[in-house]
Each structure stands twice: as C-alpha cells, then as structure tokens.
C-alpha cells in the first residue's frame, strides 16, 4: 500500500524542464515540511548530481532508476517519503510506463516551442493508454516551462491554442528566471538560496507556489471520496 503522492515529469523531448521542475517541486514540497525522494530515472543524472553536491536540505533524498528497478525504487521510496518525485526520459521505455503507472499526477513540462509541444502530446498519449489499459484515472496536464515573461508572441499563442484544441490540461505556467537556473549552480533549493545575489526570488517563489497548488487541485480531481462509506444499496 502506497502513502506517497507520486508524480512524475515526462516529456521525450530533452531540455524541455523535466529536472527543472522536479528540482524546484522537491524544494517547495521540502520548504512545506514533507519528506520528498527523487528518483531519477534519467541516464544523464542531473537531479543526483544536484542532490550529491551537498548543498540540499537533509529532508530531501535521491536515487536512481531504470527499468529493472523502478518498481522497486517506487514502493521503497514510498515507504519512506511523503512526495516521490519521478524524473524520465524518453517516450515508449518501460522505465516511462512503470512511473506513469503508480503516479498520482504526470506532468508534462513543455517550452512554448512546436517540439516540446508535439513530444508533449505524444507522451500524454502514452499517459491515456496507460491510464486506460490500468483502468485508472492517472491526473495528469501540460506545464508551460521556461516561459519569457515579457513576450507573447503569435507563435505562443497558436501553440497555446494548439494545446486546448487537442483538450489537453494545463497545469500553469513556470516563468523563465534566473532563479530557476541557480537552484543547479547553487546546488540548493530556492529557499535556500543567497538572497543577494540571485534576483527575483520572490516572483520564482510565487511560480511555485502556484504550481503545488495545481497539483493539489489536479491530484484531489481523481481522489476517491474521503468521507463516503462503500454502502450495499
Ligand atoms: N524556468 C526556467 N528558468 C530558467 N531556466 C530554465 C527554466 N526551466 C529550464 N531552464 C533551463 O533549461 C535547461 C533545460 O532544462 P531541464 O530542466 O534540464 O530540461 P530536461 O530535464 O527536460 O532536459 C536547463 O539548463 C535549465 O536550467
Ligand atoms: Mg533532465
């Protein structure tokens, strides 16, 4: 039996936040007093390396997976956190499907660019045949990533159109900040971060925020009802 919420960021295209997202999500999730694992399940081993630099708070752990041993890693890392936080690769890899297949929430993370969009949408495919095949409701939405704040140009709209025409969900939007590129340099979470030297950590803070609150939201939408009792009627 899991207690963990499990989520997991997927999306095949590199570079479009996965670690980004997983990183600041286990830092916020961490700054509200849970005990948060990430598993990275990512060859390149960013999320690790961050959490081997050393400069993390203690309530926050990490290990790695593959396919061999996700299962395993899921249920341990369950037992032991109140958030597990899945980072991976890929599109159609068993490691993808098994953390899609115990998440309570998948996000996709995408730049406002037609590649990260179009991998976007054929990984929530794999999501839906997931979902289907399990017969289970698995939360998941778009998470626009890396968003400059000051533009909206033509093309962010039509592919913001594109994504609501195909009915997908979007969880928010994480802006493009310097302060989301220090929690790498710094090796540390945004709350712990040097005030005086990383600008705008007040509106990254905000981002954040916002985003655990869609996550709450997305994840209660497929919680059973708490407080109804199975009756035999
Ligand atoms: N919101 C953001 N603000 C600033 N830089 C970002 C943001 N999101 C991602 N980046 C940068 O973009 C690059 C790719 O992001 P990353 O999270 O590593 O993608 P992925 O894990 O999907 O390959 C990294 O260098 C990261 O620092
Ligand atoms: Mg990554």
């Known amino acids: 039996m899991l ?3 499990v989520i ?3 999306n095949a295209k590199g570079g479009c936040g996965k670690t980004t997202t997983i990183l600041i999500l286990a830092g916020e999730y961490a700054a509200q007093g849970y005990r948060v694992h990430i598993i ?3 060859p390149r081993r960013r999320a690790i390396k961050w959490a081997e630099a050393g400069a993390k708070p203690a309530s926050i752990t990490a290990t790695e997976a593959n396919a061999a041993n996700m299962r395993v890693e899921i249920e341990k890392a369950s037992k032991g956190a109140d958030v597990v936080l899945i980072d991976v690769e890929g599109t ?5 499907t098994l953390a899609v297949a115990y998440a309570n929430a998948v996000i996709i993370p995408a730049q406002m660019s037609p590649p990260d969009v179009e991998d976007g949408l054929t990984t929530i495919q794999l999501v839906q045949d997931i979902a289907h095949a399990s017969r289970r409701v698995i939360p998941y939405g778009l998470l626009w990533s890396n968003v400059p704040p000051a533009i909206r140009s033509r093309e962010m709209m ?3 159109n594109q994504v609501s025409e195909a009915g997908v969900p979007v ?5 493009q900040r310097s302060a989301f590129a220090a929690i790498y340099s710094f090796a ?6 040097p005030t005086g030297e990383v600008p705008g950590l007040d509106k990254a803070k905000a981002d954040v925020i916002r985003l655990t609150d869609a996550l709450a939201l997305l994840m209660a939408s497929a919680a059973p ?3 109804t009792k199975e009756t035999a009627a």
């Open 40 to 42: 990275d399940a990512d």
């Open 171 to 175: 969880i928010g939007r994480v802006f």
């Open 92 to 96: 159609a890899n068993a490691a993808l």
């Open 225 to 227: 009802p708490s407080n």
């Open 3 to 5: 207690q963990a919420a």
């Open 188 to 193: 540390t979470t945004l709350d712990e971060l």
């Open 8 to 10: 997991a960021a997927a």
């Open 158 to 160: 039509n592919l913001e």
